[in-house]
T-cell receptor, first 113, second 113 residues
Framework: AAGVIQSPRHLIKEKRETATLKCYPI?????VYWYQQGPGQDPQFLIS???????DKGSIPDRFSAQQFSDYHSELNMSSLELGDSALYFC????????????FGQGTRLTVV | GENVEQHPSTLSVQEGDSAVIKCTYS??????FPWYKQELGKRPQLIIDIRSNVGEKKDQRIAVTLNKTAKHFSLHITETQPEDSAVYFCAASIMEYGNKLVFGAGTILRVKS
């Protein structure tokens, strides 16, 4: 069965650069969640979208923005990268924004040097 | 907002023994409690979940119990095997409000053979 696809899998950027992470949800899934997981930490919710509209916002820095497109894929744009942004970024998708299980992608490992 | 506490942070058991991980949550409105297993550098994988209308759920060697009054839920793994070694995260969410997951800090489970 098709899963959540994230690209790239690995990304190395320098401080102050920008990065774009992409997430392709499971077919027919209309809800996307973004999580950030630092080394040795639990995943922290960043932002979510339902039917191309932002549905909830967590601890997402102002330097980050995200959107969901008409084909339901989502992109997380990160600007003015800092060393502390180095983390695993997971995208999860679900069918509907309530009462349904979310499935995680394999993540993008971002390293800022 | 919701706060989830998880204990212990590390747990070592002998192969064949049982393992128990406990979580407490703060928001009485939370009604969905999943447990995830995460291997190093990989995505969180749902292993079992429970909704607030159920007190216990079992799936082979894994069981979860929920005490809504105490705002406490636990993961029980019986007959542990070396391949159960991983980091386990509990989480809580309000499914009707977008199902944003708030994770516990994680438990490193080591099963010694």
């Amino acid at each position: 069965a098709a899963g959540v696809i994230q690209s790239p899998r690995h990304l190395i950027k320098e401080k102050r650069e920008t990065a774009t992470l992409k997430c392709y949800p499971i077919p027919r899934h209309d809800t996307v969640y973004w999580y950030q997981q630092g080394p040795g930490q639990d995943p922290q919710f960043l932002i979510s979208f339902y039917e191309k509209m932002q549905s909830d916002k967590g601890s997402i820095p102002d330097r980050f923005s995200a959107q969901q497109f008409s084909d339901y894929h989502s992109e997380l744009n990160m600007s003015s990268l800092e060393l502390g942004d180095s983390a695993l970024y997971f995208c999860a998708s679900s069918l509907g924004q309530s009462n349904t299980e979310a499935f995680f992608g394999q993540g993008t490992r971002l390293t800022v040097v | 907002g919701e706060n989830v506490e998880q204990h212990p942070s590390t747990l070592s058991v002998q192969e064949g023994d049982s393992a128990v991980i406990k979580c407490t949550y703060s928001d009485s409105a939370s009604n969905y409690f999943p447990w995830y297993k995460q291997e190093l550098g990989k995505r969180p994988q749902l292993i079992i979940d429970i909704r607030s209308n159920v007190g216990e759920k079992k799936d082979q060697r894994i069981a979860v119990t929920l005490n809504k009054t105490a705002k406490h839920f636990s993961l029980h793994i019986t007959e542990t095997q070396p391949e159960d070694s991983a980091v386990y995260f509990c989480a809580a969410s309000i499914m009707e409000y977008g199902n944003k997951l708030v994770f516990g800090a994680g438990t490193i489970l080591r099963v010694k053979s």
